[in-house]
């Protein structure tokens, strides 16, 4: 895979020339510190400290509109006899809940970006998925109150990105894994800033020049909504120079490289039978998926001899004339009514998931033009997926695991209960 596919895959690169064809979504310039946040390091580093950095626990952001994150979903119908109602858990009903990181010193603060995200959310109708330049938190939804992508505020959506693997990999590993990668030796702040006054009023050492820039120095396409093309004025100030040591390949370095946010509308009834993986090679499609590969659809396998038209049609009218690479993957929605909608694109190879196909097949020398078309035709016959996948400590039940710690917790929590209702009584 070569730098240049895959930077041609990157969200604010293509979605301008094919928003008509896709879904609304908003894109935000990502500051430096946000993105040593998700990077699990120190959001404001301290420039006489060691090099040497060690991963920061899992911390939420400080959180100025006072929305919370993934709020439960039994929260406006208590269950009157559960432990998680106990003060255990959450504390009592006239207290607030207590937050034991709320004085953690390595605890960022983005106020400006926080405000951004939640006015871009608000509108794109109250609820956005969240990705970077190529990867959605998909990895992470184990996080979240209804097992989805779905974000409503910053915390759900730094929560998300914070939490995922996916996104790690983009920051850390993606444009590395390219075979004609090569690191600029110098290294300076790695995102145009949201407000330098934020970021200065969090570093006590900062007095840089452009700290006065405002929140809308943005170039004309950096945040665009709807299908319509409109704009909103974006959130990015001036780079600004700023080196650091390299570090191993799992770390995110500060190269000057550009990330964003992608925040994309979200659609409560979309249906997963209907969302299709398209491969193309040497410029002619090849080959589609059926984009979850780890279920059964009855009415697929009916319904992929209509579908597979319209995907050919729109490849060879929409995606084709206007899409640079020879070889790369795309996704696609196809509606009810036969409208294919573009959902992403994927480098060809690396880390995109072949599907129902492998790698091999798809370059096998001497393979013809011929699209080739496939669904899972019957039951059991599916291949594992990324929803499956949760933390080993939500499956480690053995001694001293965090399930072992709340279970235990738990048992001594309704002893104390019981022991003091014998009491009362």
Not at 96 to 124: F, G, K, T
Not at 167 to 177: F, I, K, T
Not at 232 to 240: F, I, Q, S, Y
Not at 355 to 377: N, Q
Request: one cysteine or more; a negative charge; proline letters at 7%.
């Amino acid at each position: 895979m070569l730098l240049e596919e895959l930077l041609r895959c990157q969200i604010h690169e293509w979605y301008p020339a094919f928003r008509r064809h896709s879904i609304p979504t908003v894109i935000i310039p990502l500051p430096a510190a946000f993105l040593r946040y998700l990077a699990g390091q120190a959001a404001y580093p301290d420039p006489d400290a060691d090099s040497d950095e060690e991963t920061l626990p899992f911390l939420l952001p400080v959180i100025t509109s006072g929305r919370q994150p993934f709020a439960p979903i039994h929260a406006h119908h208590p269950d009157p006899v559960s432990l998680l109602n106990s003060e255990l858990f959450f504390g009592s009903s006239n207290e607030d809940v207590h937050d034991p990181d709320a004085d953690h010193p390595h605890r960022p603060e983005s106020p400006e970006l926080e405000a951004v995200i939640d006015a871009a959310i608000a509108e794109l109708g109250g609820a956005a998925l969240p990705k970077l330049n190529w990867s959605s938190p998909k990895d992470a939804t184990f996080m979240s109150a209804d097992g989805t992508t779905r974000c409503t505020c910053f915390a759900e959506v730094a929560m998300l990105l914070r939490a995922s693997d996916c996104v790690a990999h983009d920051l850390a590993s993606a444009r590395q894994s390219c075979e004609d990668f090569v690191r600029p030796e110098g290294a300076r702040r790695n995102a145009r800033k949201v407000s330098a006054g934020a970021e200065e009023g969090a570093r006590s050492n900062a007095n840089e020049a452009d700290g006065s820039r405002g929140i809308n120095d943005a170039p004309s396409d950096s945040r665009e909504i709807g299908e319509e093309g409109g704009k909103t004025n974006g959130a990015v100030g001036d780079l600004v120079d700023s080196h650091e040591e390299e570090s191993d390949g799992d770390t995110w370095v500060d190269d000057g490289f550009q990330y964003y946010l992608a925040l994309r509308k979200w659609y409560p009834g979309l249906r997963p039978e209907s969302e299709f993986r398209c491969f193309v090679r040497e410029r002619k499609l090849v080959a589609v998926s059926q984009r979850d590969a780890s279920a059964y659809y009855p009415s697929l396998p009916g319904w992929s001899s209509e579908v597979q038209p319209k995907i050919k049609a729109f490849f060879e009218e929409v995606i084709e004339p206007q899409f640079g690479s020879n070889n790369y993957t795309f996704d696609v929605y196809v509606r009810a009514d036969g409208r294919v909608k573009l959902i992403d694109f994927n480098p060809w190879g690396g880390y995109t998931l072949p599907l129902l196909f492998t790698w091999e097949e798809l370059e096998e020398e001497g393979r013809g033009h011929e699209l080739e078309f496939r669904v899972v035709m019957q039951q059991g016959a599916v291949r594992p997926g990324l929803m499956t996948a949760v933390p080993y400590d939500m499956l480690d039940w053995g001694e001293g695991s965090g399930w072992d710690v709340l279970l235990k917790k738990a048992d001594e929590e309704l002893g104390r209960q019981m022991n003091s209702l014998d009491g009362d009584s």
